[in-house]
């Protein structure tokens, strides 16, 4: 084979151009802009309707919140009050209930809440 006819037969396998080979469906375009449309307003309708359903809802909810909150506070205090009678420390008091509660704290000593813990407890026992 000579050299010009392997240039000729490259010339015909040729490809088109990576742009015209994209745009080769004229719906495509306008398809993803409505579906971009579509989700935008979809999110907005779903964040109106859960800002109301929890507007509607919050006398029930914010009940057993703050039950919840009640009864984590005392747990607190009378956990506080006991260990303080044994001599331990705020910090040691934290890290204690930070390992009770492995599933708030997970890194347990290491937990970045632990310092707000400590003087959630030292507040508590000023009281």
Known sequence: MSRDSLGERERRVER???SSRFNSDPFGEGGRLYGRALDTQFGDTMS???FVLKALT???WILFWLLKRYR???E???MGQ???GRGLSCREMAVRWAERFPHE???GEYDPRLPKLE???RKFLEK
């Open 16 to 18: 088109p151009p990576e």
């Open 48 to 50: 109106v309707t859960r």
């Open 58 to 60: 919050l006398p029930f």
């Open 72 to 74: 984590i506070r005392r």
């Open 76 to 78: 607190m205090i009378r």
């Open 82 to 84: 006991h260990w303080q």
């Open 105 to 107: 704290y997970h890194l």
């Open 119 to 121: 003087i959630r407890f």
